[in-house]
Antibody, heavy 115, light 113 residues
Framework: EVQLVETGGGLIQPGGSLRLSCAAS????????MNWVRQAPGKGLEWVSV???????NYADSVKGRFTVSRDTSKNTLFLQMNSLTAEDTAVYYC?????????WGQGTLVTVSS | DIVMTQSPDSLALSLGERATINCKAS????????????LAWYQQKPGQPPRLLVY???TRESGVPDRFSGSGSGTDFTLTISSLQAEDVAFYYC?????????FGQGTKLEIK
């Protein structure tokens, strides 16, 4: 069964850093487009980043230069390193498999940026 | 970036009625070489992640009831629910996966009248 489980969210102060993880099972992360999508409280979906099978990455302008997506094939896990966090980054962060449409999603992990 | 605009923002209908949600892309998302529209529809209920309903603009995902259907091509797309059921109350989002950034529409809230 295909499953995605995000961890690593929590309360962080403005300017801080956090690393999210997304453990995959039932498929291999390096064979698919792997995405991060976020949803601020009461708002819509915002695509954040992608890592392609070849390792190329892409980011939304709102996070470019601050966030880095990566993967560990030995752990079959996707990561999102988030630096210089601001209140505008407060959201539930989902990982999603792209085939290329987003056919499987995790349950999400909440990141709250507040002092 | 490709901007996706949905209409309406919200919709309230009676059980059994037909629901129509529109989505317009700021540029064509039809890939000529394979004649496929890179458009997906998702359903999201409170406290849950999004669920894929339709991809390639009109292909229903496995397990999705056949009252859901997608249509359109190029820049204009529609999600139709032929006969509204109570469990269809949710937010609905369109998304283009033609080119990064893979943008979503702003969402449509569907309620029962």
């Amino acid at each position: 069964e295909v499953q995605l489980v995000e961890t690593g969210g929590g309360l962080i102060q403005p300017g801080g850093s956090l690393r999210l993880s997304c453990a995959a099972s039932g498929f291999t992360v390096n064979s698919n487009f792997m995405n991060w999508v976020r949803q601020a409280p009461g708002k819509g979906l915002e695509w954040v980043s992608v890592i392609y099978p070849g390792g190329t990455t892409n980011y939304a302008d709102s996070v470019k230069g601050r966030f880095t997506v990566s993967r560990d094939t030995s752990k079959n896990t996707l990561f999102l390193q988030m630096n210089s966090l601001t209140a505008e980054d407060t959201a539930v962060y989902y990982c999603a498999r792209g085939t290329p449409f987003f056919d499987r999603w995790g349950q999400g992990t909440l990141v709250t940026v507040s002092s | 970036d490709i901007v996706m605009t949905q209409s309406p923002d919200s919709l309230a209908l009676s059980l059994g009625e037909r629901a129509t949600i529109n989505c317009k892309a700021s540029q064509s998302i039809l890939y000529i070489s394979n004649d496929k529209d890179y458009l997906a529809w998702y359903q999201q209920k409170p406290g849950q992640p999004p669920r894929l309903l339709v991809y390639w603009a009109s292909t229903r995902e496995s397990g999705v009831p056949d009252r859901f259907s997608g249509s359109g091509s190029g820049t204009d797309f529609t999600l139709t629910i032929s006969s509204l059921q109570a469990e269809d109350v949710a937010f609905y989002y369109c998304q283009q996966y033609y080119h990064a950034p893979y943008t979503f529409g702003q969402g449509t809230k569907l309620e029962i009248k």
